[in-house]
């Protein structure tokens, strides 16, 4: 979810059912990012594009290139090398598509890939202030969760069969400004977190409603360390 300028995500992203999160490396040199407006006056917008040069030629990008041509894709990058800066171009309604040019010859052996937009909008490349969590997130086997940086930012909770269940913060040793997700799984009587103090923390809800743990629904917490007291502030929930 984005603040309220709609430049910042500052929420992690979450996979669907069925969805792959792919890492490719470019050559560093290589990599160019564009965002042009065009259109009329009264229309314009951003076409958005992302290249670079995959050197070499493996199996796994072939693979790759077979199975996800005519997919669309929402790509993440480094802003800069060695910063926490990260990028976040296309949305799930606009997403971009890849072009691959192969070359084996005494120049060059590598392909080349751009991804692009195939239509206009009005969004940016945006600024992505979540996680980037290639492993499965972790599963609780109850109410307790124990946030830690060896646990990762994203937690599935496990599905409740007892009415007034709710969430409980066993553990929290995540530094400040994470950006914590918590996804229900539902259950009989789906798990609620209420705003208040919660065992190491103290949980800030917006308009204090608390959040229950439906299937697939997610609340995207950021933690604030303020000395003698930890916060987990709502960031957006879906």
Not at 19 to 35: E, F, G, L, N, P
Not at 88 to 114: M, Q
Request: hydrophobic letters at 35%; aromatic letters at 8%; charged letters at 20%.
């Amino acid at each position: 979810m984005f603040d309220e300028t709609g430049v910042r995500f500052t929420s992690n992203l979450l996979l669907k059912a069925n969805a792959t999160c792919h890492r490719i490396y470019m050559t560093d040199v290589t990599q160019k990012v564009t965002a042009t407006t065009e259109g009329d006056p009264d229309a314009e917008g951003f076409i958005k594009k992302f290249e670079g040069m995959h050197p070499g030629d493996q199996i796994e990008l072939t693979e790759f290139l077979e199975q996800t041509l005519g997919q669309g894709f929402i790509i993440l990058y480094d802003a800069d090398c060695g910063s926490n800066v990260k990028r976040l171009i296309g949305t799930p309604c606009n997403p971009l598509y890849i072009k691959a040019s192969f070359e084996d010859s005494k120049d060059k052996l590598g392909t080349d890939l751009v991804f692009e937009a195939r239509r206009r909008d009005r969004h940016l490349i945006k600024f992505y202030e979540g996680t980037l969590q290639f492993e499965e997130p972790t599963t609780t086997t109850d109410e307790n969760v124990v946030i830690t940086p060896a646990n990762g930012e994203i937690y599935r909770l496990a599905p409740s069969a007892t009415a007034n269940t709710t969430v409980s913060i066993d553990t929290m040793t995540q530094p400040h400004g994470k950006i914590i997700s918590l996804v229900g799984q539902g259950g009989a009587n789906p798990m609620s977190l209420p705003a208040g103090v919660n065992g190491p923390v103290t949980v800030l809800l917006k308009d204090g409603t608390a959040w229950s743990a439906l299937e697939n629904s997610a609340i995207h917490l950021k933690v604030f360390d303020a000395g003698a007291t930890t916060y987990l502030i709502e960031q957006s929930r879906a």
